[in-house]
């Protein structure tokens, strides 16, 4: 959806403001309850309107960010303007320079299109290794996933227990629309990548995401040369 043809209706704006309340009770309720806890912010559209509501509510609730290397100039620019608009420092984590060394020495700097082991070993290095660190030492992580989403992501459920990482995992904006999402970001004056005005729904590395046409799944740009039922990075695997 290009979030410029949104259009606000009195039904959209009650129902944001419902799954606005819903989102702000369960957040200081994991802040509360499971300190301490992490915010994996993957600066898509989702994670923009849980950073204002965390931020808004000044939650003790860490904000973190992976650079994996291979991201587009447009989410760099959201970067920055993240930490300016809300005054903070996204904390970021980069993926161990030897990881990264030897998959390119072995495969490539572009071996990930080759088959699916080599992109999730790219990704397990680009990613998971530094989501691990990032997790250590944590009671709870919270994330923007939507059930809509994606095929993999059906019946996504509000709170899991995350087996692989041992620890609660929330996924507070679980039951919200990809509409609702661009309400709430409309009506508060959240930043948001330039991207997603380009037909850009979902948004990862620059080589592993491509604009989709109109009526294509939402995650049909992401690795587009793979099955739906693959298409996950393995920072959200199912226990
Ligand atoms: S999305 Fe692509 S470039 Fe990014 S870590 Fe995964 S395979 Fe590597």
Known sequence: MNPSLLNITPELT??????TQAARTLL???????????????????????????VEAKLPIEIFSLDTGRLPLETYDL???VDKHYG??????????????????????NGFYDS????????????????KRALAGKRAWITGLRAQQA?????????EYDEGNGLEKFNPLADWTEKEVW???KQNGVPYNALHEKFYPSIGCAPCTRAISPGEDIRAGRWWWENPES????LHVKG
């Open 231 to 234: 298409k996950e990075c393995g």
């Open 79 to 81: 970067i920055a303007a």
């Open 116 to 131: 699916v082991t080599l992109r999730k070993a790219c990704c397990h290095a680009r990613k998971v290794e530094p989501l």
């Open 14 to 19: 009650a129902s944001v403001a419902d799954k």
């Open 151 to 159: 095929a993999t992501r059906t019946g996504l459920p509000l709170r």
């Open 28 to 54: 200081a309720e994991i802040a509360r309850d499971f300190p301490p806890v992490t915010f994996a912010n993957s600066l898509g559209a989702e994670d923009m309107v849980l950073t204002d509501l965390i």
């Open 183 to 185: 309400a709430y970001i």
């Open 88 to 109: 903070l420092k996204l904390k970021i984590y980069f993926p161990q320079a030897e990881e990264v060394e030897a998959f390119v020495r072995n495969h490539g700097i």
